[in-house]
Nanobody
Framework: QVQLVESGGGLVQPGGSLRLSCAAS????????MGWYRQAPGKERELVAT???????NYADSMKGRSTISRDADKNAVYLQMNDLKPEDTAVYYC???????????????WGQGTQVTVSS
């Protein structure tokens, strides 16, 4: 059974930094896309950043210039370095790993349980 385990969340002051980690356990095989999403209270889950197997990255506009996503394919792990954190970054951050399939097959997605990030003075 595949499990994604996140770590690195916590309480940080505005302007501070955090590094989130996510590692997959179980027989997950190769992963095409890894990413981070977040969900604030009363809001929908939104994309933070993704990274492909070819290391192409994509960031939400709100996180560009303040965050860096990276991956370790050998460890099936993905990381998110966040700097200059703001109170509006407060949310539960979720890790996602996705295996892309050619049509008609759908992609297979795995989600972590989430880690809380709170930015407050």
């Amino acid at each position: 059974q595949v499990q994604l385990v996140e770590s690195g969340g916590g309480l940080v002051q505005p302007g501070g930094s955090l590094r989130l980690s996510c590692a997959a356990s179980g027989s997950i095989g190769s992963i095409d896309v890894m990413g981070w999403y977040r969900q604030a209270p009363g809001k929908e889950r939104e994309l933070v950043a993704t990274i492909s197997s070819g290391s192409s990255t994509n960031y939400a506009d709100s996180m560009k210039g303040r965050s860096t996503i990276s991956r370790d394919a050998d460890k099936n792990a993905v990381y998110l370095q966040m700097n200059d954190l703001k109170p509006e970054d407060t949310a539960v951050y979720y890790c996602k790993m996705q295996k892309i399939r050619a049509p008609p097959f759908k992609a297979v997605s795995y989600w972590g349980q989430g880690t809380q990030v709170t930015v407050s003075s």
